[in-house]
């Protein structure tokens, strides 16, 4: 592995080291070759071109699709130290002049443009002009025309390797599926790249399914307060309607909850999502309009209240929850409804009929996933075609392993009540017709005569409802194509009919019984420690507020809960936390030492009085130098703590510092001269033109205080 990238991963990023295949594809970059990536969100993408842009000679151009994610990116890198830019509409014209001056002087590191930009013949014309590290297509699946992101210009991108043929390129996405990748690599010209698919599971991420029985929104606000109640998330609903009402009523209820679809003004949705990065706690609820370029690392919770048309669809939605690795929720409530209203949308859309097939079919899948009774992890990586050998633990069916019963029977009654009817009515119908209910309608079209009127008094019509739904999950039934929600009998439904196969259903609880209480990103059993956590948050809050930055851009959650777990009590131990480089520490360790510390003191007044300690270690003969590296303390900072202690009379100003009368009466002078109530030693410092150290200074102060 190159030196030079490790090196920076540490001192600019702070992290130990690379994971998965990150050192890898850096090493391919930096050997100027292409590279295909295929990582799953928060599997750390942005490091593969960040950092060979870095040790590379020249601007690394990064091409992504959407403002918010490029604004993201680049205060994170101004965090970190790096000189990154962006290029897009939201600039002046004043201020992309400046920019692309200094792009022209060789002043970039990265440089992330939109692709309509990238294209214009003035942006290709600048390139020609500087030294270009790499070039690196993020979302490259917006190439793919079938996939929602489509993007035209993306498909134009190919002409970079016409016209730079030698610069290295790198196409990244957490787009799973084989047809997509194909398509990336096809379109932008990349079948000699070495491609590079990682494992797209998401170990974090705890998915749960239930049923809607009519409570939805209510078993969202209990989920929500249970287990999500000081967290940020995301509410998914099928319609503008939906979403709207939802967000109201979470309101009503004390959470802050704000709409988000494509009926919204633009500024009002510019805003919605400003305050979801912005404000700790804001749940978005929106159509799959909202997601896309989203980059906030601590969504704790993705909510379904309906079903996704696929499991792609499921897999990138619940994806946005826990890119930060730490624990997070995807919990979803469906109904049959939804795949009427699913096949509806489908069947009115504009796509050709090899297209509608495709669809129709990748929504059986979902429903065949919603209604699995073995472990959703399993069944959803074996759709992406990855095997996973042992049920993962962390999903509803394996936390509380789904009972099954011998629905044979009862499946037989519920399919020849749609054949006896002519397949030309819908579930709730048939339910009537089976429990042999006394309307007008029915006998109207004489049902009241089938033999399959009212045979069916055993189950209720929720237990009816769920036997349906789970027929058309199994592809026994099928939802009429035209749309009106009437059943059709499949193929596949012969050999239950005829009693030659058993079936096996899922039993229905009232309740999900996967609740689990009190659930947080950061889990702990002590108290203290959670003050502490709530210590750090507000301290990071003030100064993501100062800078003008998301919180997670000062520092993730990560980054504080190891705070919390290893208190650091001085800078070399800040340093030594995952998520601290050079620049973050320099910036922000005081801030965070100093919450540290007075939360240590507060527990434990005496015992860590590390002002005595280093009081004692002096008394007891040890030289300032000798103190500073036992306590692994800077010698400055045992200086602050014995010229408290001369300010409190324990000690002499001459224990401490070797000067003259002349000297001191000197600095007692400057110290006079420049007072201005304010404290500050720099005054007293400059007009001593810098003959004695900020610590004697002090000490002196602290002996004029005393005196
Ligand atoms: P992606 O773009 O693939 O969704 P990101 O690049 O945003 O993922 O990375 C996800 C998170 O993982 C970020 O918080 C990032 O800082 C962190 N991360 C990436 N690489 C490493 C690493 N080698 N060690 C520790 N954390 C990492
Ligand atoms: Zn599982």
């Not at 079938?146 to 035209?152: L, S």
């Not at 009115?348 to 073995?374: I, N, P, V, Y």
């Not at 990103?521 to 301290?539: F, G, H, I, P, V």
């Not at 500050?680 to 150290?693: H, I, N, T």
Request: net charge negative; with cysteine.
């Amino acid at each position: 592995m190159d030196d030079s990238a490790l090196h920076i991963l540490k001192t600019t990023f702070g992290y130990q080291e690379f994971r998965g295949s990150q050192s890898a594809i850096i090493q391919q970059l930096i050997n100027g070759n292409d590279a295909v990536v295929l990582m799953p969100t928060g599997g750390g993408k942005s490091l593969c071109y960040q950092i060979p842009a870095m040790v590379r000679n020249g601007t690394g151009i990064i091409i992504s699709p959407l403002i918010a994610l490029m604004q993201d990116q680049v205060s994170s890198l101004q965090q970190l130290g790096v000189n990154a830019a962006y290029l897009n509409s939201t600039l002046d014209a004043a201020e992309a002049a400046d920019i692309e001056n200094r792009l022209l002087a060789g002043r970039l590191d990265l440089l992330y443009v939109a692709p309509e930009r990238m294209m214009t013949p003035g942006f290709l014309g600048l390139l020609e002009q500087i030294d270009i590290a790499l070039f690196a297509i993020d979302e490259a699946h917006c190439v793919s025309q079938w996939g929602h992101d489509f993007r035209p210009e993306y498909i134009q991108l190919s002409i970079l390797h016409e016209r730079f043929p030698q610069i290295p390129r790198i196409a990244l996405t957490a787009t799973a599926d084989e047809p997509t990748r194909n398509e990336i690599i096809s379109r932008l010209d990349l079948s000699a790249a070495q491609q590079f698919v990682a494992s797209f599971d998401r170990p974090n991420i705890c998915y749960r399914i239930t049923q809607n029985q009519g409570n939805a929104r209510d078993a969202l606000l209990r989920f929500i307060l249970n287990e999500h109640e000081h967290d940020a998330g995301i509410v998914y609903c099928l319609s503008r309607n939906k979403v709207e009402q939802t967000a109201e009523w979470l309101c009503t209820k004390g959470l802050t909850a704000l709409p988000y679809h494509a009926g919204l003004p633009a500024k009002k949705r510019q805003k919605h999502q400003q305050r979801f990065l912005m404000e700790d706690k804001v749940i978005i609820v929106a159509t799959i309009a909202f997601g896309m370029g989203i980059d906030k690392p601590d969504v704790r919770f993705v909510a379904h209240l309906n079903m996704p048309k696929s499991i792609e669809a499921y897999y990138q939605e619940t994806g946005r929850a826990g890119r930060d690795g730490l624990p997070a929720d995807a919990w979803m409530m469906y109904g049959l409804q939804d795949v009427i209203k699913l096949k509806q949308m489908m069947d009115s859309s504009e796509a050709d009929e090899k297209h509608k097939r495709t669809e129709q079919h990748k929504l059986q899948s979902m429903l065949g996933f919603c209604e699995l009774t073995s472990c959703r992890r399993q069944g959803l990586l074996r759709y992406f075609g990855e095997q996973l050998e042992q049920s993962c633990g962390n999903c509803d069916t394996c936390l509380s392993p789904v009972e099954t019963w011998d629905a044979t029977v009862v499946a037989q009654k519920a399919l020849s009540a749609v054949h006896r009817t002519g397949q030309r009515f819908g579930v709730t119908y048939l339910v009537d017709v089976l429990q042999g209910k006394d309307m007008e309608r029915i006998k109207n079209f004489g049902h009241d005569r089938l033999s399959v009127y009212g045979i069916g008094d055993e189950l209720d019509s929720h237990q009816w409802r769920s036997v349906f739904r789970q027929l058309i999950a199994h592809n026994l039934l099928s939802v009429d194509i035209e749309g009106h929600g009437n059943l059709l009998l499949t193929e596949s439904c012969r050999p239950v009919l005829r009693g030659e196969q058993t079936l096996m259903l899922r039993k229905e609880s009232k309740q999900a019984k996967t609740a689990r209480k009190g659930r947080k990103s950061y889990n702990t059993s002590k108290a203290s420690d959670s003050q502490l956590w709530e210590a750090l948050r507000a301290c990071r809050k003030q100064l993501a507020e100062s800078n003008n930055v998301p919180p997670y851009v000062i520092f993730h959650d990560a980054t504080l809960v190891e705070m919390v777990e290893r208190q650091p009590q001085n800078r070399e131990q800040f340093s030594r936390i995952s998520g601290v480089g050079e620049s973050k520490l320099e910036k922000y360790a005081d801030d965070f030492l100093a919450v540290i510390q007075s939360h240590v003191e507060q527990l434990n007044p005496e015992k860590t009085d590390t002002v005595a300690e280093s009081l004692q270690l002096f008394k007891s003969g040890m030289t300032i130098e000798v103190i500073a590296e036992q306590r692994n303390i800077k010698p400055s900072t045992v200086y602050t703590h014995l010229a408290a202690c001369i300010e409190q009379g324990d000690i002499k100003l001459n224990d401490v510092v070797d000067i003259s009368e002349q000297e001191l009466t000197a600095i007692q002078e400057a110290i006079l001269a420049t007072d201005d109530g304010q404290e500050k030693l720099r005054p007293v410092y400059d007009a001593l033109d810098g003959m004695f150290e900020y610590e004697v200074l002090r000490c002196v102060r602290a002996a004029m205080t005393a005196a």
